[in-house]
């Protein structure tokens, strides 16, 4: 039996997913099916504005790459037109971005998503759009975090005014007493 290889191509193709994997924070599988060339081109562009990479590759090699990079939650969702939105600063910004085009054009879905380990499909992966970023969680925390120590702040600021006055009082007072009459 001869032994098949695959073409350089395909594994170049791999490779490429592969590395824009192993860098992702946030992976989306879309089905773009409906969409023109023009309007494809348009939502590349958007992603691209926020740093999101937009990519259509075939199936199989996607599966291997997938695999491959622990992803394998995601190969349930790899049936049919596919194409992958791959965010690298913010995990949910694809979502947003794929989700306001959708509203737009009617014809974009988000299929599956990964991020933080966490594997989500169909709805709950549309749903993702409305997740903080971890820069909003991160400001809410030490928001909160913050509001305590600011009141405790603001309490030792008036006890600390208060004694400062009382005792610039009694220095005059003292003053007043020792000068001779």
Same mark, same amino acid.
Do not use: H
């Given at each position: 039996m001869r032994e098949i290889k695959p073409s350089p191509r395909n594994l170049e193709q791999v490779a490429?997913?592969?590395?824009?994997?192993?860098?992702?924070? *946030?992976?989306?599988? +879309?089905?773009? @099916? *409906?969409?023109?060339? +023009?309007?494809? @081109?348009e939502l590349r562009k958007r992603l691209r504005q926020a740093k999101v990479e937009y990519l259509v590759i075939k199936n199989t090699l996607s599966r291997v790459a997938l695999k491959e990079q622990?992803?394998?939650?995601?190969?349930?969702?790899?049936?049919?037109?596919?194409?992958i939105a791959i965010g690298y600063d913010v995990p949910t910004l694809p979502a947003k971005i794929i989700s306001a085009f959708a509203k737009e054009y009617n014809k974009l879905t988000?299929?599956?998503?990964?991020f933080d380990g966490e594997v989500y499909f169909g709805a709950?992966?549309?749903?993702?759009?409305?997740?903080?970023s971890k820069q909003q969680i991160r400001s809410e925390v030490m928001g909160t975090m913050m509001a305590p120590l600011s009141g405790i702040l603001g309490v030792f600021s008036r006890v600390m005014g208060d004694f400062l006055a009382l005792l610039d009082a009694y220095i005059q007072?003292?003053?007043?007493?020792?000068?001779?009459?």
């Amino acid at each position: 039996m001869r032994e098949i290889k695959p073409s350089p191509r395909n594994l170049e193709q791999v490779a490429y997913l592969k590395e824009k994997l192993a860098n992702a924070q *946030g992976i989306y599988l +879309t089905d773009f @099916t *409906g969409l023109t060339v +023009t309007e494809i @081109t348009e939502l590349r562009k958007r992603l691209r504005q926020a740093k999101v990479e937009y990519l259509v590759i075939k199936n199989t090699l996607s599966r291997v790459a997938l695999k491959e990079q622990g992803f394998e939650g995601l190969l349930p969702g790899l049936e049919g037109p596919n194409a992958i939105a791959i965010g690298y600063d913010v995990p949910t910004l694809p979502a947003k971005i794929i989700s306001a085009f959708a509203k737009e054009y009617n014809k974009l879905t988000i299929r599956s998503c990964v991020f933080d380990g966490e594997v989500y499909f169909g709805a709950e992966a549309e749903r993702t759009k409305d997740f903080p970023s971890k820069q909003q969680i991160r400001s809410e925390v030490m928001g909160t975090m913050m509001a305590p120590l600011s009141g405790i702040l603001g309490v030792f600021s008036r006890v600390m005014g208060d004694f400062l006055a009382l005792l610039d009082a009694y220095i005059q007072k003292r003053q007043e007493e020792e000068k001779p009459e």
